[in-house]
């Protein structure tokens, strides 16, 4: 049971062939048993997750039941959860019990999802490889020596690992793509203001967006669902329709037309990973698909633009975080006068990528440098949405690779950031265009996941789960399990 | 262009961060590195480029200008590191 995806868990729940407490039991033994050598959880629920599965029972009993209901689930640490704590993977709040639920975390909940716990993840979610976690690195089940991706690391090794059955995570920059790709999930970022980002710590709110880590497209369809729609709450959320993401996948593909940046396919990408996905795009050619040969010319511009305006955007959010009405306060804070105080509890608070961050935001904003580059970067921001705007005149969606490598070691880029950052470039441009991106496995650079990445216009996220669940119909890349992760519990 | 030590002290107090002597080497070479990989944004040309205001476009939503939040201090409170008399404790900022 514990490697069936969530479509067919839920329909095995329906059934009563299984209930949600033997679910959610059978969950809590897997992380028990395998998370010590993973990292993937920061906090685990299991009392409060068993009382909410047996009331997922009670309410499958009566006839009430939604398609989540009673499905265990793991909400990343970045997502506000009631009386538990949600720590954003730092230092600064390993103390931090929120007072509220996100309405990710209120909307999956009012459906039904149990909550296993909290997924480790990047500080703050800034990063590429979950090193950078105060709760230390996430390993990837594929192999424990490499990083599983980040921002969303901890939700995409839960998820690949069968430990849970889906995941929530957030995308900044490829945060939730560059993970699924790397762990061999699936992973769908949303257009930018489609899921509320109400009670989702916030990193860069320009590019933030929550989105979903499951096995499969259907399954991310049946979260979507629930996760998406307009919030009061949240004033950039879209106040547009949710579509029937469940139906829509089922629909043919006949007529679909996908554009293949031929730059993206240079020499910066891992022979292996341009292997496979040559090998996918000819599979979704003999589904029915039509190729284009596109160029996306200013995307070598996009991880530039990307570390001014998110960093810019960091350093505003995070000056909230001070030490005084919550979160990580120095011993010796109360010392000094109220400047030094505010330094000490953020310079232990925060860890050095996010303080590198904060500084990097606080120059390119700074008297002489806005013009030069801030506003720069914005110009160039939409240069970038020209590109992939021209692109969808002529097709449907963009196809090409998610991450330029497959997983790498731990420890092996930590001291360098910029070719940290370098691991996206693929993946930003669609948080800069604010244009919903997935990831689908799609094979191996030798035994690690190659990830294929979809992109397509604002609000198309129907056409991308339909092509993507097609594709998983006829190949079963998603339904590998790492070595040593297969057997029960 | 890199960023020495003193630029350093400067972003670190606009920043208010506090960081160690013996890491302001180490801070001053990466940020110069990021600054670099960021220089690449010097090159595009934009002279008839708007700035991106919204990726959608969009302006946000304006609501009613009521209370629509109920704020409990004592919830809110249990997560403060010192309060007394439901204030905030920090240094003395006035003699």
Known sequence: MHDKTLALTARALQAGEISSVELTNRCLERIRRFDESLNAFITVTGDRALEQAAAADRRIAAGDATALTGIPIAHKDIFCTAGIRTSCGSRMLDNFISPYDAT??????????????????????????????????????????????????????????????????TDTGGSIRQPAALAGVTGLKPTYGRVSRYGMVAFASSLDQAGTLTQTAEDAALLLEAMAGCDSRDSTSLDEPVPDYSRAIGEPLEGLTIGVPENFFDDGLDAGNAAALTEALGELERLGAKLKSIRLDNVHLSVPAYYVVAPAEASSNLSRFDGVRYGYRSPEAMAGDLNAFYRRNRGEGFGAEVKRRILIGAWVLSTGYYDAYYLQAQKVRQLISGDFARAFEDVDIVAGPTTPTPAFGIG?????????????????????????AMSVPCGFSGA?????????????????????????????????????????? | MSLDSTDIDKLCELARLAIPADEVADVSAKLSDIVALVDQLKAADTAEVEPMAHPLDRSQRLRVDSATEDVDRELYQDNAPAVERGLYLVPKVID
């Open chain 1, 104 to 169: 990710v975390v209120e909307r999956l909940s009012r459906a039904g999802a149990v909550m296993l716990g909290k997924t480790n993840m990047d500080e703050f979610a800034m990063g590429s490889s979950n090193e950078t976690s105060f709760y230390g690195a996430v390993h990837n089940p594929w192999d424990r020596d490499k990083v599983p991706g980040g921002s969303s690391g901890g939700s995409a090794a839960a998820v690949a690992a069968r430990l849970v059955p889906a995941a929530t995570g």
């Open chain 1, 448 to 489: 690690l996941p190659v990830g294929l990445q979809l992109i397509g216009p604002h609000l198309s996220e129907a056409r991308l789960l339909q092509t993507a669940h097609h594709f998983q119909r006829e190949t079963d890349w998603h339904a590998r399990v790492p070595p040593g992760y297969g057997e029960n519990p």
């Open chain 1, 412 to 436: 092996q880029k930590t001291g360098d950031p910029v070719q940290m950052y370098l691991n996206d470039i693929y993946t930003i441009g669609a948080n800069l265009a604010g244009l919903p």
